[in-house]
């Protein structure tokens, strides 16, 4: 008993070690990809954090030998699903909230690009910057987004005629 | 990516914004009994077990040869041998429990509170606050405090609610006690720095050390026609 239960507290400091990693690699690949869909910088903040605790919550479930960030960004969109859903539901308006976190002058920049990205649908959004600017496989971010590589593929088409006629 | 192309351009400046996301420091955790359980529970199991083989191999040394000291331990590690620490423990626990607290409230000026985090949720920020007695006497605070969100006006950006008959919970000299602060819904703009206070009653007041002299973490706004809201979990050691 004795053994089962060292094994057990030996494998708890595995899954904090490979959990403090991942958030270390990937903190950056999951504020980046909500703040693709949201297009708000103080959700994507709290989306990100969110989707962590979801990943310390299963972190005894998840195969920390296969890339976990797929996992991340799954859990991030369907956070973010149901925070529109709630959103919706209550319909209590938005406003686009100012981050503690973020620079004055870098929220000046931001608004602007916030606003040229507003034009687009979360999925569009989120398929041209993970194509164009993460280096993803059409295949890797219609995995993400929980679509065809054909429908992410018109929607980054979509998204760039929408950008280049606004 | 073709600087001359409109999106490509959106792009770029997207990314450069992007990249200046400051990531908190810390990965969060969840606290409290749906986080602690699983790690409690194996530290807690580790030392239960741990206990017990100390106890069997002492009893069992007992029971099975007594004046053996050589093979005190493993041979003698029956069931009735592990049924006996008990009495033992609790006579220990009855021999060292402390007089019951003829003590009186906790002076603020003798407690020290800090920031030790901000963690991010959805809509809302939690601050893990420490607290450390440095009186020389034992003393007695409330276990949930009036909590307060501030800033370095002074200026109280949220007020929770006081907590109706919350127990008193006994403070001794470098007993080291912390809690979980929730806030949401902050909708003015706070002069760094933003830290919390504890409204402990009678005009005891305790404000923590903020986590940075130029931190200003507050909540989203939510809701710009509704009150802020915060608050905490009882202390504890």
């Given at each position: 008993m004795n053994e089962d239960v060292t094994t057990q507290v030996a494998t708890a400091d595995m899954t904090d070690f490979a959990y403090e990693r991942a958030y270390d690699r990937h903190w950056s690949d999951v504020f980046r990809f909500a703040l693709a869909w949201t297009n708000e910088w103080s959700a994507a903040e709290d989306l990100a954090q969110e989707a962590f605790l979801r990943l310390w919550d299963n972190r005894r479930r998840v195969?920390?030998?296969?890339?976990?960030l797929p996992w991340l960004l799954v859990a991030t969109r369907r956070l973010a699903t149901d925070r529109f859903r709630k959103l919706r539901r209550r319909l209590v308006a938005m406003p686009s909230a100012a981050s503690a976190t973020i620079d004055p002058a870098v929220h000046d920049r931001w608004l602007d690009v916030s606003a040229a990205l507003a034009y687009l649908s979360p999925l569009e959004r989120t398929a041209l910057v993970m194509t164009?600017?993460?280096?993803?496989t059409y295949d890797e971010a219609a995995a993400a987004l929980d679509t065809t590589a054909g429908a992410l593929r018109a929607a980054v088409s979509r998204a760039r005629t929408k950008l280049e006629t606004a | 990516m073709d600087p001359n192309r409109k999106t490509d351009r959106i792009l770029d400046e997207w990314d450069a914004v992007a990249r200046m996301a400051r990531r908190p420091v810390r990965a969060p955790r969840r606290r409290g009994l749906a986080g602690l359980g699983s790690t409690l529970g194996l530290v807690g199991a580790a030392l239960v077990a741990a206990a017990l083989v100390v106890a069997v191999g002492w009893l069992g040394g007992r029971i099975a040869s007594p004046g053996d000291v050589g093979s005190r331990?493993?041979?003698?590690?029956s069931p009735s041998a592990v049924q006996t620490p008990t009495p033992v423990a609790s006579a220990v626990a009855a021999a060292s429990s402390p007089p019951a607290p003829t003590t009186g409230p906790c002076d603020p000026a003798n407690l020290a509170a800090r920031i030790t985090a901000w963690e991010g949720a959805a809509g809302s920020r939690i601050a893990d606050v420490s607290l450390t007695s440095t009186g020389e006497t034992p003393c007695l605070m409330p276990e949930t405090p009036r909590p307060q969100l501030v800033d370095g006006r002074g200026a109280v950006l949220a007020q929770g609610k006081i907590t109706a008959g919350s127990p008193m919970i006994e403070v001794a000299t470098g007993d080291v006690l912390t809690t979980l602060v929730e806030v949401s819904n902050v909708c003015v703009q706070p002069v760094p720095p933003v830290t919390v206070a504890f409204d402990?009653?009678?005009?005891r007041r305790l404000v923590a050390q903020p986590y940075g002299p130029t931190d200003a973490t507050v909540p989203p706004c939510?809701?710009?026609?509704r009150p802020a809201e915060i608050q905490m979990h009882p202390w504890s050691r």
């Open positions: 195969d920390w030998d296969r890339p976990v164009a600017l993460e280096g993803a | 331990g493993s041979e003698s590690a402990m009653g009678g005009e939510n809701g710009p026609g």
